[in-house]
């Protein structure tokens, strides 16, 4: 994935949220791979029976479509070279957390079928606990994203909107429907 640097809240939105995916990432495989650049076979996708329409917006159905296709025995296999450039409609600070928000929100870590090493840690699935730790989990993310010599020394201004938009998604964790 390329990203798109004309739009400064895009660039921060892509970062926090696909920095994973990004052409300076060397290939291998992965975990989970975003939608937004993912090449799947149609026996694969149909073997899983597709997205999981109980996502109601676009935020967490690929990492869900990613367990589900690593569980059925796939490989993941992230390629730099499949590029596309992603300019999702957030060019706004209030697109970035509200993205975030919904991403923590609907993310399969929170998802009681993903416990064990898909979700979060046994002790992060209380609600209060996750909501006291927010900053640290905000800035450990963040510290892993700026980990990368390229990303820090391209993109260092958006650091600070970055952990801004991690302690957004801990908050839509914190208020995943397993909770209501």
Known sequence: MDIDSKNFWTLADNLSMFHEYMTLQPPGTRRLLASLNMAISRQAFQSIQGFDERYPLPAGEDSDLSIRLRKAGYTLFFEPMATVL????????????????????????????????EGLPVLLRTRWVLVLVTPFLAAG????????????????????????????????????PVWK
């Open 141 to 176: 993310a963040t510290g892993r994203i700026f980990s990368n010599l390229s990303i820090i020394n391209q993109y260092w201004r958006s650091a600070p909107f970055i952990y801004l938009a991690k302690i957004a998604w801990c908050l839509g964790a914190a208020n995943h």
């Open 86 to 117: 992603h300019t999702p409609p957030r060019s706004r600070f209030r697109d970035l957390i509200h993205h975030s928000f919904n991403q923590g929100r609907f993310s399969p870590k929170v998802d009681p079928r993903y416990v064990g090493d």
